[in-house]
């Protein structure tokens, strides 16, 4: 397989930033619905989308037809009911291929999944930005991307996440890769593939990845306002994102707010810059533990270390008392409903999050907020939810 496929309109396969919303169109709506809730009926997708049934019934004929969509066998219970059996509906997309990626500071994770997300093959690429020119860089993420698509079905479309911002425009700029004002979308744009491809922030696609993965609410139950939801990712970056109503917060410019900034330098991690991450990010403080004698190599061996060096155990407290700072003040200003932690920050020390969820609690014992952590493999469906962005926004265009 190579990324060459039929020409398209350019402006349909220029490089884009994706914006992570629930659906609007019919068939969109439909096929999210299915996707999210497989075995559903004609009924219930009538009832939970109010859609008239005609209206359905053409959405998902038309699903079919497509390839998106299946159609299974009634189901045992239904066959005690009055009248004829309805027959469920599955999620397909076997024959379509998308590929994604996000490209964190060192390592990038590749994913190639089916039209309905369905995992088909992974690899963990080692690329250390601050060696690599952006051109090279981006140019070593398409060579992956191709030769883990070999002797699959040509792609629908592509997907990269970045672990830093990436603007309306598909520019990077960031401190911590290394990278000015970068052209990401005109980088990857000149392959002129044919094929759709879709930019966004990594911690935005973990949020994005929610929205995709829940089924729709009937008008009756929905949440005064929409649902809200802070993200916060921290390896060796540490970012943020927002779900606010039905859709993920596209910020105007993406750069870190100055109190977090403020905050991050004010302890005993050194500010990094070119290719070293973040101040409370992983070599930032595998450094600070270097520099305190403790001869550690990863976050989960300084965790173990941890449970029996007080060294060990000051300076993982105190990331995590610097990153609840930052945390508090982001719900503060905002006031989520639910708070979800993202990387080896949270889920490699349990009692980061006690600390931080002890601080928030603190400052508002009665905001009720619900604190979550996210669960494996979210780079992995980051990438994902980027590569089928196009597809899942209109699966009939």
């Not at 490089?15 to 096929?31: D, K, Q, S, Y």
């Not at 606010?244 to 596209?250: E, L, M």
């Amino acid at each position: 397989m190579t990324l060459t496929v039929a020409d398209a309109p350019a402006t349909e396969t220029t490089p884009g930033t994706a914006h992570f919303a629930t659906p609007v169109t019919g068939a969109a709506r439909v096929l999210h619905q299915i996707r999210t809730t497989p075995g559903i009926t004609r009924t219930r997708l009538h009832e939970d989308l109010e859609l008239s049934q005609p209206t359905v019934t053409r959405h998902v004929a038309a699903l079919i037809d497509a390839g998106l969509v299946e159609q299974a066998s009634p189901s045992q219970s239904s066959a005690t009911t009055v009248g004829r059996p309805g027959t469920t509906l599955l999620p397909a997309g076997r024959h379509h291929t998308a590929l994604g990626a996000h490209v964190g500071l060192r390592s990038t994770q590749l994913v190639a999944v089916d039209g309905s997300g369905r995992p088909l093959r992974s690899r963990t690429l080692k690329l250390p930005l601050a060696d690599l020119s952006p051109e090279d860089a981006l140019e070593a993420v398409s060579h992956g991307l191709t030769s883990l698509g070999r002797d699959l079905p040509d792609p629908v479309s592509l997907g990269v996440a970045f672990s830093s911002p990436v603007d309306a425009a598909g520019r990077v700029s960031s401190q911590a890769y290394g990278w000015d004002d970068v052209d990401v979308a005109g980088i990857l744009g000149r392959a002129d593939t044919g094929i759709p491809v879709s930019l966004a922030t990594g911690v935005g696609a973990m949020a994005g990845a929610e929205l995709t993965s829940t089924p729709l609410r009937s008008a009756d139950n929905d949440i005064p306002g929409g649902r809200s939801s802070l993200y916060v990712y921290a390896r060796e970056l540490v970012a943020h994102s927002w779900i606010v109503g039905d859709a993920v917060h596209q910020p105007f410019t993406g750069t870190s707010p100055t109190a977090f900034t403020t905050i991050a330098e004010s302890g005993s991690f050194r500010s990094s810059r070119g290719g070293t991450g973040h101040p409370l990010g992983t070599t930032a403080v595998l450094d600070a533990a270097r520099r305190k004698g403790l001869g550690v190599s990863s976050i989960p061996e300084l965790v173990a270390l941890a449970s029996s060096n007080a060294v060990a155990r000051a300076l993982l407290d105190e990331r995590a008392e610097l990153l609840g700072r930052i945390i508090t003040l982001a719900v503060e200003v905002v006031d989520p409903a639910t708070v979800v932690f993202a990387g080896d920050a949270f889920t490699a020390d349990p009692d980061a999050v006690k600390i931080i969820a002890g601080g928030l609690q603190r400052s508002a014992p009665r905001r009720g907020l619900s604190i979550q952590r996210a669960g494996d493999g979210i780079l992995s469906r980051a990438a994902a939810v980027t590569a089928l962005h196009r597809l899942w926004t209109d699966p009939l265009g």
